[in-house]
Protein backbone atom coordinates (compact mmCIF):
# COMPACT_ATOMS: atom_id res chain seq x y z
CA UNK A 1 0.00 0.00 0.00
CA UNK A 2 1.17 3.09 -0.87
CA UNK A 3 2.52 5.91 2.45
CA UNK A 4 2.38 8.92 0.93
CA UNK A 5 4.25 12.55 2.75
CA UNK A 6 2.80 15.84 2.25
CA UNK A 7 4.90 18.90 4.08
CA UNK A 8 2.07 20.83 5.93
CA UNK A 9 2.51 24.36 7.28
CA UNK A 10 -1.07 24.20 8.81
CA UNK A 11 -2.56 26.80 6.64
CA UNK A 12 -5.25 25.48 4.54
CA UNK A 13 -3.40 26.70 1.58
CA UNK A 14 -0.92 23.96 2.75
CA UNK A 15 -3.78 20.87 2.04
CA UNK A 16 -3.69 22.04 -1.75
CA UNK A 17 -1.20 19.01 -1.89
CA UNK A 18 -3.52 16.84 0.42
CA UNK A 19 -6.48 17.28 -2.45
CA UNK A 20 -3.79 16.70 -5.28
CA UNK A 21 -2.38 13.45 -3.83
CA UNK A 22 -5.99 12.37 -3.29
CA UNK A 23 -7.08 13.28 -6.54
CA UNK A 24 -4.35 11.10 -7.44
CA UNK A 25 -5.08 7.97 -5.37
CA UNK A 26 -6.52 4.95 -7.37
CA UNK A 27 -6.45 3.11 -4.49
CA UNK A 28 -6.68 3.20 -0.60
CA UNK A 29 -3.10 5.19 0.91
CA UNK A 30 -2.14 5.80 3.89
CA UNK A 31 -0.84 10.00 4.38
CA UNK A 32 0.98 11.35 6.75
CA UNK A 33 0.92 15.10 6.69
CA UNK A 34 4.49 16.46 8.59
CA UNK A 35 5.87 19.71 10.41
CA UNK A 36 9.12 19.97 11.36
CA UNK A 37 10.49 21.39 14.50
CA UNK A 38 13.20 21.54 16.84
CA UNK A 39 12.95 20.13 20.19
CA UNK A 40 13.87 22.36 22.90
CA UNK A 41 17.17 21.82 25.21
CA UNK A 42 15.55 23.07 28.24
CA UNK A 43 14.93 19.84 30.27
CA UNK A 44 11.86 21.33 32.28
CA UNK A 45 10.17 22.27 28.87
CA UNK A 46 11.00 18.34 28.05
CA UNK A 47 10.01 16.97 31.06
CA UNK A 48 6.16 18.70 29.73
CA UNK A 49 6.28 18.21 26.39
CA UNK A 50 3.13 16.39 24.69
CA UNK A 51 3.31 15.86 21.19
CA UNK A 52 -0.86 16.09 20.87
CA UNK A 53 -0.87 19.23 22.72
CA UNK A 54 1.94 21.32 20.13
CA UNK A 55 0.10 19.58 17.41
CA UNK A 56 -3.18 21.41 18.85
CA UNK A 57 -1.70 24.66 19.29
CA UNK A 58 -0.57 24.82 15.65
CA UNK A 59 -3.67 23.66 14.24
CA UNK A 60 -6.08 26.41 13.38
CA UNK A 61 -10.02 25.69 13.12
CA UNK A 62 -10.09 26.27 9.76
CA UNK A 63 -7.31 23.78 9.17
CA UNK A 64 -9.25 21.16 11.55
CA UNK A 65 -12.35 22.07 9.40
CA UNK A 66 -10.46 21.44 5.44
CA UNK A 67 -9.10 17.82 6.85
CA UNK A 68 -12.21 16.63 8.14
CA UNK A 69 -14.42 18.46 4.49
CA UNK A 70 -11.34 16.68 2.43
CA UNK A 71 -11.57 13.39 4.81
CA UNK A 72 -15.07 13.11 4.29
CA UNK A 73 -14.54 13.65 0.20
CA UNK A 74 -12.18 11.36 -0.12
CA UNK A 75 -13.01 8.58 2.27
CA UNK A 76 -12.41 5.46 -0.49
CA UNK A 77 -9.10 6.88 -0.89
CA UNK A 78 -8.04 6.91 2.61
CA UNK A 79 -7.22 4.30 4.71
CA UNK A 80 -5.21 6.21 7.19
CA UNK A 81 -4.16 10.08 7.67
CA UNK A 82 -2.20 11.47 10.28
CA UNK A 83 -0.44 14.33 11.00
CA UNK A 84 3.21 14.23 12.56
CA UNK A 85 6.29 16.18 13.57
CA UNK A 86 9.87 15.54 12.47
CA UNK A 87 12.11 16.30 15.24
CA UNK A 88 15.37 15.48 13.29
CA UNK A 89 17.64 18.25 11.50
CA UNK A 90 19.71 16.47 9.72
CA UNK A 91 19.65 14.29 6.23
CA UNK A 92 20.31 11.25 7.43
CA UNK A 93 17.58 11.37 10.71
CA UNK A 94 15.07 12.88 7.85
CA UNK A 95 15.91 9.71 5.91
CA UNK A 96 15.34 7.24 8.69
CA UNK A 97 12.01 8.80 9.62
CA UNK A 98 11.31 8.01 5.76
CA UNK A 99 12.40 4.78 5.81
CA UNK A 100 10.75 4.67 9.81
CA UNK A 101 7.32 5.59 8.11
CA UNK A 102 7.50 3.37 4.69
CA UNK A 103 6.86 6.67 3.08
CA UNK A 104 6.89 5.58 -0.84
CA UNK A 105 5.93 9.32 -2.46
CA UNK A 106 5.69 13.03 -1.70
CA UNK A 107 4.11 16.12 -3.47
CA UNK A 108 5.48 19.28 -2.66
CA UNK A 109 4.81 22.88 -4.35
CA UNK A 110 6.51 22.76 -7.64
CA UNK A 111 8.06 26.43 -7.26
CA UNK A 112 10.12 24.73 -4.72
CA UNK A 113 8.37 27.75 -2.01
CA UNK A 114 8.66 27.55 1.25
CA UNK A 115 6.13 26.94 3.21
CA UNK A 116 5.53 29.49 6.49
CA UNK A 117 6.53 28.14 9.78
CA UNK A 118 4.74 29.59 12.75
CA UNK A 119 6.76 28.54 15.39
CA UNK A 120 10.70 30.13 15.88
CA UNK A 121 11.61 26.36 16.27
CA UNK A 122 9.97 25.48 13.23
CA UNK A 123 11.68 24.35 9.89
CA UNK A 124 10.98 23.69 6.36
CA UNK A 125 11.33 19.49 5.30
CA UNK A 126 11.06 20.47 1.40
CA UNK A 127 14.99 20.31 1.08
CA UNK A 128 15.35 17.03 3.38
CA UNK A 129 12.48 15.73 1.13
CA UNK A 130 14.53 16.89 -2.45
CA UNK A 131 17.29 15.09 -1.16
CA UNK A 132 15.67 12.03 -0.09
CA UNK A 133 15.68 8.31 -2.65
CA UNK A 134 11.88 8.56 -2.74
CA UNK A 135 9.37 9.60 -5.60
CA UNK A 136 8.77 13.29 -5.89
CA UNK A 137 5.43 14.38 -7.32
CA UNK A 138 5.09 18.67 -7.70
CA UNK A 139 2.12 19.93 -7.44
CA UNK A 140 1.31 23.54 -8.16
CA UNK A 141 0.73 25.67 -4.96
CA UNK A 142 -1.32 28.77 -4.50
CA UNK A 143 0.74 31.81 -4.53
CA UNK A 144 -1.48 34.53 -3.50
CA UNK A 145 0.12 35.27 -0.16
CA UNK A 146 -2.86 36.86 1.51
CA UNK A 147 -5.55 34.28 1.21
CA UNK A 148 -8.53 34.23 2.85
CA UNK A 149 -9.01 30.41 4.70
CA UNK A 150 -12.65 29.96 3.94
CA UNK A 151 -12.21 31.73 0.38
CA UNK A 152 -8.84 28.70 -0.09
CA UNK A 153 -11.27 26.46 1.49
CA UNK A 154 -13.83 26.72 -0.98
CA UNK A 155 -11.06 26.91 -3.76
CA UNK A 156 -10.16 23.09 -2.39
CA UNK A 157 -13.57 21.73 -2.75
CA UNK A 158 -14.53 23.47 -6.02
CA UNK A 159 -11.52 21.89 -7.61
Same mark, same amino acid.
Given at each position: ???????????????????????????????????????????????????? *???? =?????? #??? &?? @? !??? /??????????????????????????????????????????????????????????? *???? =?????? #??? &?? @? !??? /??????????
Amino acid at each position: MRKILIPTDFSVNSLTLLKRALDDCEQKTNIVLVYGASLSSSITELLFYSKD *DHLE =ELKSEA #YNE &AI @N !VLE /NKYQEMINSLTIDIFFGGTKNAFNNFIEGQKITHAYLPSDGRTMKCKRKNAFNIIPFLK *DSDI =EIINVE #YPT &AM @N !VVS /NSTLARLLAS
